[in-house]
């Protein structure tokens, strides 16, 4: 009997690993393989508040060991030479235009980064790794540090993923210093966990929301009672993890607002771990819950981004500009490409012109690679074609939207790899500009979509969609993008230079069903004087 049991789990153990195998997409990588010489990827810009801690992780790649040096750095700053890691807190407002500079034995590479501090943070949409759609509620923190680890293995880190945020499942009850919630047996020690974080340059996130109850039946941020006690919790109607059984309760009554709120509590708890993003989840988001957390993170004097979720509403659009630094526009997102086309040809297109440094639309965490582990399901190969998952991508750049990859990072392949690690792609996102990209109405439509976003040298990417389910010529004219005289056409998948072309001649290209091609078009908006008929400009 024993010997039939060890079988059936062998070939249990076998099936699982077939189906979780990573489907073999080398034939589709458009992204060629990195230099080993130095380059200095990311973001040109950071924003952080006088007096705050400071942490900026300089993403570069090339062969290691990398030395990096920075001239210009303001007062109160400095520079981890070995690892690339910016630290410290600056006490003067001001713009500091930065040199900072990377070699290797076979070279090196310098960049010029401004950093603002003032007012505003997430300058540039930000980026990294969230829990849920691999772990779910499952999530423990050796799970968060392998995560950090991966990063760095993979190379990611290199390219500006610099966020690992756990989503819902680390919450215990209320206690401590504050009467907050802190965290479950999974999570022994939170400062600790934030501080390993920080010593890799890596930003430190976390997962809350104003119901007495989250989505996945932990604690919120609020309460029906003073003290901080739930019914739930004193009655021992949760697990050993303080999560309640939701499929024995009515969900509509407990995912309410309570009569207090400890916003500032948890806020100050977090602001103690080092926490450096939250993730606040509710729906449908309202003026006062936004405005209380927001309140209540400011006077931690901490920079922590603040990111709502989900679903917003077009009319919160004034609230969500002043007191958020990301929201949700649309519900969770799913491996498919109608849900993936639904958030961002249909949800994305309704906030065109609410995006800029500080403020972005989130069009949720990307579907790539390993997924599937939310609501306790088993984690799968994402189901977008190769094709379906560039769109995904090419969209998310476009549309300014943070990019937070959800899959498990130790499973990760190299199609998807070679997705999360071109340093042009990425730049349409990070631009300093800030600008999203909008919907082009010139053109035929039943089958094509071009979007457009000017970059902040003025530069325009281009990005072309077949939204068919057939292979089709899809196309533009330069002009009828607002564009002048000859331009330079760069496809940024391939990092390659395609040709030139006239203002008023149709650019061609054949796309597979649901494909795309992303182009920057160059010099793009110029400022030059422009003499002659309008129609023979060239």
Request: hydrophobic content about 40%.
């Amino acid at each position: 009997m024993k010997r039939i049991i060890t079988a059936f789990t062998l070939l249990l153990f076998c099936i699982i690993s077939v189906a979780q195998q990573a489907p073999d997409y080398s034939e589709f990588i458009l992204t060629p393989k990195a230099p080993d010489t130095p380059r200095i990827n990311g973001p040109k810009i950071y924003g952080a508040r006088p007096g705050a801690d400071f942490l900026y992780r300089i993403p570069a790649s090339g062969t290691r060991p990398l030395s990096f040096s920075a001239k210009g750095l303001p007062a109160g700053l400095k520079l981890d030479a070995a690892k690339g890691i910016i630290s410290g807190k600056v006490r003067r407002n001001g713009v500091y235009k930065v040199q900072i500079s990377v070699s290797n034995a076979l070279g090196s590479d310098t960049r010029e980064l401004c950093i603002e501090i003032g007012e505003r943070i997430a300058l540039t949409p930000p980026m990294g790794w969230n829990s849920w759609n691999c772990w779910g509620d499952r999530v423990t923190a050796e799970n968060i540090l392998n995560a950090a680890r991966a990063l760095e293995r993979s190379g990611l880190a290199d390219y500006g993923w610099n966020y690992v945020n756990i989503d819902d499942g680390w919450q215990g009850r209320r206690g401590g210093k504050y009467n907050a919630i802190q965290p479950n047996a999974k999570f022994p020690d939170m400062k600790a966990l934030g501080d390993s974080l920080h010593a890799r340059g890596f930003k430190f996130g976390i997962y809350s929301g104003p119901w007495v109850i989250t989505y996945a039946g932990h604690i919120g941020s609020s309460c029906d009672n003073l003290d901080g006690t739930y019914w739930w919790v004193e009655e021992g109607s949760v697990n050993e993890n303080y999560r309640i059984d939701l499929k024995k309760y009515d969900k509509g009554e407990l995912c309410a607002f309570g009569k207090y709120s400890f916003a500032g509590a948890d806020a100050r708890q977090w602001a103690d771990w080092g926490v450096d993003y939250l993730k606040y989840d509710w729906f449908l988001n309202d003026v006062w819950w936004l405005k209380d957390m927001r309140e209540a993170l400011d006077a931690t004097g901490r920079d922590i981004v603040y990111s709502v979720s989900n679903a917003t509403r077009v009319c919160l659009a004034p609230d969500m500009v002043k007191y958020a630094n990301c929201w949700r526009t649309a519900g969770d997102i799913q491996d498919t490409w109608g849900s993936v086309s639904n958030i961002a040809f249909d949800r994305g297109s309704a906030w065109t012109g609410y995006a800029g440094p500080g403020r972005w639309p989130d069009a949720d965490m990307m579907v790539l690679g390993q997924v599937g582990g939310w609501e306790g399901g088993t984690p799968h190969w994402t189901r977008l074609t190769p094709w379906e998952q560039y769109s995904h991508v090419t969209l998310w750049a476009m549309l300014a939207s943070p990019l937070l990859i959800g899959c498990d990072l130790d499973a990760i392949d190299d199609f998807t790899l070679s997705l999360l690690t071109n340093p042009e792609v990425l730049e349409v996102n990070q631009d300093a500009l800030g600008m999203m990209g909008v919907r082009n109405v010139f053109g035929p439509s039943k089958h094509q979509t071009v979007y457009v976003k000017r970059l902040e040298d003025g530069t325009l990417a281009v990005a072309l969609f077949n939204i068919s389910g057939e292979e089709k010529t899809v196309s533009f004219v330069p002009r009828d993008l607002g564009l002048l005289g000859v331009q330079t056409i760069r496809d940024l998948w391939r990092q390659k230079d395609m040709g030139k072309v006239q203002d008023k001649q149709r650019w061609e290209v054949k796309l597979p069903p649901h494909g795309c091609a992303l182009y920057r078009l160059s010099p793009g908006v110029t400022e030059r004087k422009m003499e002659g008929k309008w129609w023979e400009i060239q």
